[in-house]
């Protein structure tokens, strides 16, 4: 997902300058809206972001999303294109380093999936931002493709789990269940990866792939669903993000430079987001200039994704847009008032073939 290309390594002088949600949330990794000082007072900022690996939000259709879609219904969804060659192929090393870090790859080095290069140090996982930001927060990853549990996200994140292989997407899902409905965790990352293990065996185009995404739709029920039944969710207010790292060819496969293997779009629902901020899609643009400050999708500042721009929505996707709407997210959780328990419990596992 594109992220910002203008975001600096951290530094001490000012972590509230930097994306917490990067590349959704980004990749980043996120996007929420201030709340009013009464709504701040009375509820807690949390936020859910669920990669789908590999997923093409046009097949979601075809498939039947009924969770994804009542997401989409009541919030934000935007469309945009990844990078492509010479800056770094549409492999879910590069695709996930710049989802999770707010980065592209020309500054996070990741151009493979053995992470070869990788500058974690200089441009952390968004889990990590936010416990240096504010160490009292809770943060949760569980991956079913293990190196970003093991590489992208740092130790300093209190719990990565690392799904083992034999238990894959479903493992995945009964883990960030039981998290999200017994913890009290702040922010949460959950990897499936079945969806893109479906378009490598089978192509975008096939019943295969269609199934995988309607599976990965009934997870992701699973996770709204132990959401909202939390005893304390009424005081608790959950941005809940979707994104990609890449999507597919019809007969399957990524990595190159073709609009398919390009495609990447964030759902965004919850945090005070307006329904429907951007429709289904917004067009690329290459202009540097925006239209206005309330265009729908204006231009953004590089070009080559899209942005959603209003006077109720700050920024939603784009190189610019979700690394400052991110910081929305970071000043609401850091606010006097907001607690969370930590849960240090890390877990390790092997890792998937690199795809």
């Not at 203008?6 to 996007?31: D, E, H, K, M």
């Not at 093991?150 to 292989?165: L, M, N």
């Not at 065996?201 to 990965?216: D, E, K, P, R």
């Amino acid at each position: 997902m594109p992220a910002d290309s203008t975001t600096g390594p951290l530094s001490s002088r000012s972590p509230s300058r930097r994306a917490v949600l990067g590349g959704t949330g980004a990749v980043l990794l996120g996007a929420a809206l201030p709340l009013s000082p009464a709504r701040a007072a009375a509820r807690t900022p949390k936020v859910l972001l669920l990669g789908i690996d590999g997923a093409l939000l046009g097949r979601t259709a075809a498939a039947g999303t009924p969770h994804l879609d009542s997401l989409r219904a009541s919030g934000v969804t935007a469309q945009s294109l990844l990078y492509s060659e010479p800056l770094a192929p549409t492999l879910s090393g590069p695709g996930w380093s710049t989802i999770l870090t707010g980065v592209w790859p020309d500054k996070h080095k990741v151009r493979d999936n053995n992470f070869t290069g990788g500058r974690f140090d200089l441009y952390p996982d968004f889990l990590t931002r936010a416990e240096r930001y504010r160490p009292a927060l809770s943060t949760y990853a569980v991956a079913s493709w293990n190196p970003l549990t093991t590489t992208v996200f740092s130790p300093e994140v209190d719990t990565r789990v690392s799904t083992p292989e034999a238990e894959y997407d479903t493992g995945t899902t009964q883990r960030a269940v039981a998290a999200l409905r017994e913890g009290n965790h702040d922010a949460v990352f959950v990897h499936l990866d079945n969806v893109d293990h479906a378009g490598h065996s089978y192509g975008a185009a096939s019943s295969q792939y269609l199934a995988a995404l309607a599976t990965a739709d009934a997870q992701l029920g699973q996770l709204l669903g132990a959401v909202r039944g939390r005893a304390t969710y009424a005081q608790e207010d959950w941005l809940l993000l979707v994104t990609t790292d890449h999507g597919h060819t019809d007969p399957g496969g990524h990595g190159g430079n073709t609009l398919p293997e390009r495609q990447t779009f964030l759902v965004a629902s919850g945090g005070g987001l307006p329904p429907g901020a951007c429709g289904t899609t917004c067009g690329c643009r290459t202009s540097r200039r925006p239209r206005s400050r309330t265009s729908a999708c204006p231009s953004t500042r590089r070009g080559g994704s899209t942005g959603v721009r209003s006077r109720r929505v700050p920024a939603i996707l784009s190189t610019r847009c979700v690394p400052r709407s991110a910081r929305a997210w970071t000043r609401r959780a850091s606010r006097p008032g907001h607690s969370a328990s930590r849960t240090p419990r890390r877990a390790a596992g092997a890792s998937r073939t690199p795809a």
